[in-house]
């Protein structure tokens, strides 16, 4: 199948770049077609502003409305065309970055913001009162798989339930759910390594050997069973759970059946 | 007292740029100094990289040990620096930005990465197995107040205990919590504005008026009650919560008193 790794890190000598070396050798291994976003050597353009279309700039720019307009006369500016291009030619996108401040580093959090041009990752399908748009499980991106590979330094404990940083499921939810099943991604588990900091051969080669696991495994894991918005489950257009859907329950966790 | 803005919006003409003229006025007014890091108007650069220290780059770039090296020995980029010093100067510090793909848009994340320094608001104080650091209500910026003000095309229902967003306190856990916590500040809860779309002169003066009194009232709002990591709570250096505090209880609701 076709691969799409999305990569964030500044420094090709780092674990991450040993990961991201390693991933797209395992995935080359097994005859599958690899493309390569490395975000810091394309020196990606991590800011959303009005130069990110090739029109007319107007009186007042509006990032949604502007991106609309851009998105449907081809008018985007280049580099964000030929990411959209490469997510719609994968079947899988990975994406891969050190988790900085709880979150996605900004030059992928750039990418993001760019490239999911209103019409392509949001705003598609009908908007009404009975109906919310194709998203949370439909949408441009259905019927691809993503999945995170993540790296920090801090203890596993401190992602556990009772951690002080806050479980990692819920500190990934924002993009294993509002990012990528948004568009329509199935979500795969993602993939964690802690305690960055204390690595070795032996403990790489630990790694190595689960994460290439799991690339081998990318076509049958099953995916996080994110609840999808227009099978039944939620009121439109409240968009909150129906009553008699996990009844008692509430936060990121009610969304996963 | 002292306030600085960071504020991160691409055009003046918007709900944000008024939002934002409005609580320089209303600060000001009240007699406040008021600072406003405009990020947009600064052109501030996103991506954390080897240029953010005037040091001779080494063979390889090491975010951290870098960050801690420039930060040690003045040799941080002026842009850096001086939002340090704002950082220092500053009584309370406001947020404000669109929620953008359910967190800040990249140009703030990377505010955040370049300015939060290892040595000024990570890697502060002991690390040894019988304490780790001071973080987590202690460090740099302990003393300070903080608050977001945050807008979002989407509807408060969407956001709500069961809506299909996720609880905005929960999506914004990790910045309240992981950065604005974590540096030592006491945060106030957030204000945030839903479904900006329907804007008109009526709401925006009630929008106003709830705003202004939240900025009436920035001195003596509780703040979140967030538990502190070297009070006792937590066991060191696995930093879970003790059985006997918040027991049965896990998830980020468990690290508010």
Same mark, same amino acid.
């Given at each position: 199948?076709?691969?799409?790794?999305?990569?964030?890190?500044?420094?090709?000598?780092?674990?991450?770049?040993?990961?991201?070396?390693?991933?797209?050798?395992?995935?080359?291994?097994?005859?599958?077609?690899?493309?390569?976003?490395?975000?810091?050597? $394309?020196?990606?353009?991590?800011?959303?502003?009005?130069?990110?279309?090739?029109?007319?700039?107007?009186?007042?720019?509006?990032?949604?409305?502007?991106?609309?307009?851009?998105?449907?006369?081809?008018?985007?500016?280049?580099?964000?065309?030929?990411?959209?291009?490469?997510?719609?030619?994968?079947?899988?996108?990975?994406?891969?970055?050190?988790?900085?401040?709880?979150? $996605?580093?900004?030059?992928?959090?750039?990418?993001?913001?760019?490239?999911?041009?209103?019409?392509?990752?949001?705003?598609?399908?009908?908007?009404?009162?009975?109906?919310?748009?194709?998203?949370?499980?439909?949408?441009?991106?259905?019927?691809?798989?993503? $999945?995170?590979?993540?790296?920090?330094?801090?203890?596993?404990?401190?992602?556990?339930?009772?951690?002080?940083?806050?479980?990692?499921?819920?500190?990934?939810?924002?993009?294993?759910?509002?990012?990528?099943?948004?568009?329509?991604?199935?979500?795969?588990?993602?993939?964690?390594?802690?305690?960055?900091?204390? $690595?070795?051969?032996?403990?790489?080669?630990?790694?190595?050997?689960?994460?290439?696991?799991?690339?081998?495994?990318?076509?049958?894991?099953?995916?996080?069973?994110?609840?999808?918005?227009?099978?039944?489950?939620?009121?439109?257009?409240?968009?909150?759970?129906?009553?008699?859907?996990?009844?008692?329950?509430?936060?990121?966790?009610?969304?996963?059946?």
């Amino acid at each position: 199948m076709n691969v799409l790794l999305v990569y964030a890190h500044p420094e090709p000598q780092s674990l991450n770049g040993s990961l991201k070396d390693f991933s797209v050798q395992r995935l080359e291994a097994a005859g599958h077609e690899v493309q390569v976003s490395d975000l810091y050597a $394309m020196q990606w353009k991590a800011t959303l502003d009005a130069a990110d279309s090739t029109a007319q700039p107007g009186d007042r720019f509006d990032p949604s409305r502007d991106s609309q307009h851009a998105f449907a006369h081809g008018l985007q500016s280049k580099d964000i065309e030929l990411e959209q291009e490469k997510l719609r030619w994968a079947d899988t996108v990975i994406l891969q970055f050190p988790l900085w401040w709880f979150s $996605m580093p900004a030059i992928l959090k750039g990418w993001v913001e760019r490239v999911y041009a209103y019409g392509f990752a949001y705003g598609v399908g009908e908007h009404s009162d009975s109906r919310w748009g194709d998203r949370y499980g439909e949408g441009t991106l259905a019927g691809k798989r993503a $999945m995170l590979i993540v790296t920090t330094g801090g203890w596993e404990s401190h992602y556990a339930a009772r951690g002080i940083n806050g479980p990692i499921d819920d500190i990934l939810f924002p993009i294993q759910h509002g990012i990528l099943h948004y568009p329509g991604f199935e979500v795969l588990p993602p993939f964690v390594i802690y305690r960055t900091g204390r $690595m070795d051969e032996t403990r790489f080669t630990e790694i190595g050997d689960a994460l290439g696991q799991r690339l081998d495994d990318l076509a049958h894991t099953a995916p996080i069973p994110f609840r999808r918005q227009n099978a039944g489950e939620y009121e439109i257009p409240a968009l909150t759970l129906k009553p008699a859907i996990a009844p008692g329950q509430s936060g990121f966790s009610a969304h996963i059946k």
